[in-house]
């Protein structure tokens, strides 16, 4: 066992990794209009480069939790050094569009590799309640870091700094984690017996994994998607697009720390449907209205997708047990997989409502107002889905836990 002075070192190292990961979203939400302008790049294409965020992460994720026993935590995290440094140095000295898609790739290799590593490091330092209130505590530091990195990337475009000055802030964090991790002793990696290699993929296959595999994708573009453009679609609302990105995620920072209770009380399936109903009515109020009730649909958008991604990789881990560590890693890398799919096509969809609108005659923030809308009211179609898969995977609960208990009788 490692002693708690070692164990509070690679907790605190988990933690800044994680905020580098959330730095890496929330400061280049900030800085893709100054990337568009400079490099002269169209919304698609500045969607293949968010795209390539979200393409390295599942990658290092599922390859990570492949080799987490055989090759180690220590290992990957040096993985994800190495490629979260050369994510934001290629990104500074970037030449063009080329360069910001491989340098993005970089980074999110990197940010799937410290997903891949420290849940089931910390896992392994702590077991039963401890293990579940630090993972927990872990996991907050996600939208806790964007709320930060938001804020930083607010105030230095406001004070007119640019845009590689923000990408050399992400510096910050990874050299703290590294520093933390230096010299420590990891936990010894922990093999469950419970469920070998073809046991995960047997029950990989069962109709059950495979639904929540289909909503996982779709939980994740109606998280990801909104956030990801706000800045380019809410900046002529007449609110603040990073303090709504700030607002969203400070919001479910808190929702996801109490997020116990609420399952308790209203179950899995509960909370993923009223999730989907939130994220459905805080999309639709974002492409309706403008000024002040724009932090309105803030607050329902955040309150929608606040759950969605604990709460589906939890299903997985409790109504899918013998899919094991390989199922709960395949979920969360089909959820960055599908948004890395959708991003290009929304920046598309971007491109041909300016395109529309231009021709009616709109200029200037109307333009931009206006394309931005109608392309989050496309996205409403996702949560829309949601409600009724929800809906079915709650009778489908209900109907096993009759005919169990009809059995069991």
């Given amino acids: 066992m490692t002693n708690d002075v070692n164990k509070s070192a690679l907790f605190n190292g988990s933690c800044f990794a994680l905020i580098t990961t959330a730095f890496t979203f929330a400061i280049r939400a900030g800085i893709l209009p100054q990337l568009g302008q400079q490099f002269n790049l169209t919304a698609e294409e500045l969607g293949f480069i968010n795209s390539m965020w979200f393409l390295g992460f599942p990658i290092s994720m599922i390859i990570g939790g492949l080799v987490y026993h055989s090759f180690g935590p220590r290992n990957i995290m040096r993985v994800a050094f190495v490629a979260h440094t050369l994510g934001i140095i290629l990104t500074i000295y970037a030449t063009g569009y080329a360069g910001l ?22 896992a392994d330092l702590w077991s039963g309640v401890k293990m579940n209130k630090m993972l927990n ?26 845009w590689q000055l923000q990408m050399w802030v992400l510096m910050i964090p ?51 998607g ?46 993923l449907l009223g999730s989907a109903i939130f994220a459905t009515i805080g999309i639709y109020l974002f492409s309706t209205v403008t000024g002040p009730l724009v932090y309105l649909a803030a607050i329902c958008f955040a309150i929608g997708v606040c759950y969605f991604w604990p709460t589906m ?19 969360g890398g089909v959820g960055m997989f599908s948004t890395s799919i959708f991003q290009p096509i929304i920046g598309r969809w971007i491109d041909k409502a300016t395109a529309e609108s231009a021709a009616k005659g709109l200029t200037g923030d109307a333009l931009t107002l206006t394309a931005g809308q109608e392309t989050l009211a496309k996205i409403t179609i996702f949560p829309a889905i949601l409600i009724v898969l929800f809906i079915v995977l709650f009778i489908w609960q209900r109907k096993n836990k009759t005919e169990g208990a009809v059995a069991g009788h």
């Fill in 137 to 162: 505590r872990f996991h907050m530091w996600f939208p806790g870091g964007i709320v930060i990195g938001s804020l930083i990337s607010k105030f230095m475009t406001d004070a007119h700094l640019s």
């Fill in 313 to 331: 990789v939890g299903a997985v881990a409790q109504r899918v047990p013998l899919s094991g560590a390989l199922g709960m890693s395949i979920i």
């Fill in 101 to 122: 898609l491989i340098s993005t790739l970089f980074i999110g290799f990197g940010n799937g590799c410290t997903e891949a590593a420290c849940n089931p490091m910390i």
């Fill in 226 to 271: 909104p956030q990801q453009w706000v800045g380019l679609i809410m900046a002529s609302s007449g609110a603040s697009p990073m303090l709504i990105l700030a607002l969203v995620t400070g919001l479910m920072a808190v929702g996801r720390y109490f997020a116990g209770p609420a399952v308790a009380k209203l179950g899995q399936t509960g909370v």
């Fill in 174 to 224: 990874t050299v703290i984690y590294a520093f933390l991790f230096y010299g420590k002793t990891f936990p010894k990696a922990q093999v469950e017996g419970a469920a070998s290699l073809s046991e995960n993929l047997k029950a990989m296959i069962s109709p059950l994994y495979i639904f929540l595999f289909c909503c996982m994708a779709l939980t994740a573009i109606t998280e990801f």
